[in-house]
C-alpha cells in the first residue's frame, strides 16, 4: 500500500510541476463552487476543523493515552509516530514543492499562509484516523470494525473535499495530501508489524 501510495503521489507532483494538474483541477473547481448553500456551507466548516493540527494532535494524543493505560506502549508509539511524522513529512513537502493557494478561488475562508501542495489536512488525516479507528477497535467485533473504519474513511475524503469546496486547495493538492498520507500510513503500519513480531 505504501509503494502504490508513494507512486501516486510522485505523479500528482510530476502533473502540478509540469502544470499538467491546471486542466482537472479547474475542471473539479467548476463543479464543486456550483454547490452553494448556507446548510453545506455550515456543514463544510464543520468538516474542514477535523483536518487541522488540533484536531488531528488531539485525537492521536487521547488514543494514545488510551493504549498506555492498557498497556500496550508499542501500539502508543506507532499512533505518535504515525501523526508526529505526517506533520513533519507535510512541512516538509510544502516547503520543497512551494506551490501557491488558489488565491482568487478561496471563499468565506480565510486562506491559510503555508504553501498548497500537499493538502495538510487531507494528509494528517489519512495518515491518522485510520490508525486510530484500527487501534480502538482492533478487538471489537467485525461489524463495529466494518462501521468505524467505514466512518473514518468517510471523514478523510469529507476533510479533503471541504478544502476543494472552500477554494484553499486545488484537487491535485487533496489528491497529494491522500497519497502522502497513506503511504506514510503504510510505512508505520509495517513497522509497527515487524516490531510486534520480533517482541
Known amino acids: 500500500m505504501a509503494a502504490l501510495a508513494f507512486w501516486f503521489f510522485k505523479k500528482q507532483a510530476e502533473h502540478v510541476v509540469e502544470g499538467r494538474a491546471e486542466r482537472y483541477d ?6 464543486v463552487h456550483r454547490i452553494d448553500n448556507p446548510a453545506m456551507h455550515r456543514f463544510m466548516e464543520a468538516v ?3 483536518g487541522t493540527h488540533a484536531a488531528i494532535g488531539t485525537a492521536a494524543g487521547v488514543t494514545a493515552l488510551a493504549m498506555l493505560r492498557q498497556g500496550r506502549r508499542q501500539d502508543a508509539w506507532t499512533v505518535v509516530v504515525s501523526t508526529g511524522g505526517a506533520m513533519a513529512i507535510n512541512t516538509i513537502l510544502k516547503n520543497v514543492f512551494q506551490r501557491q493557494r488558489p488565491q482568487e478561488l478561496a471563499r468565506r475562508i480565510k486562506l491559510p499562509k503555508s504553501h498548497s501542495f500537499p493538502s495538510g489536512h487531507s494528509l494528517l488525516s489519512a495518515a491518522t484516523y485510520p490508525i486510530v479507528a484500527h487501534h480502538l477497535v482492533q478487538n471489537r467485533s467485525l461489524a463495529t470494525q466494518a462501521f468505524v473504519h467505514s466512518a473514518a474513511g468517510a471523514t478523510i475524503l469529507l476533510v ?11 484537487p491535485s493538492d487533496v489528491l497529494g495530501g ?11 503500519s509495517l513497522s509497527h508489524t515487524v516490531v510486534e513480531g520480533k517482541s
Open 178 to 188: 491522500f497519497a502522502a498520507g497513506f503511504g506514510w500510513l503504510g510505512l508505520t
Open 160 to 170: 479533503g473535499f471541504s478544502r476543494v469546496y472552500f477554494g484553499v486547495h486545488f
Open 48 to 50: 474542514t476543523q477535523l
Open 26 to 31: 479547474t475542471a473539479v473547481f467548476d463543479v
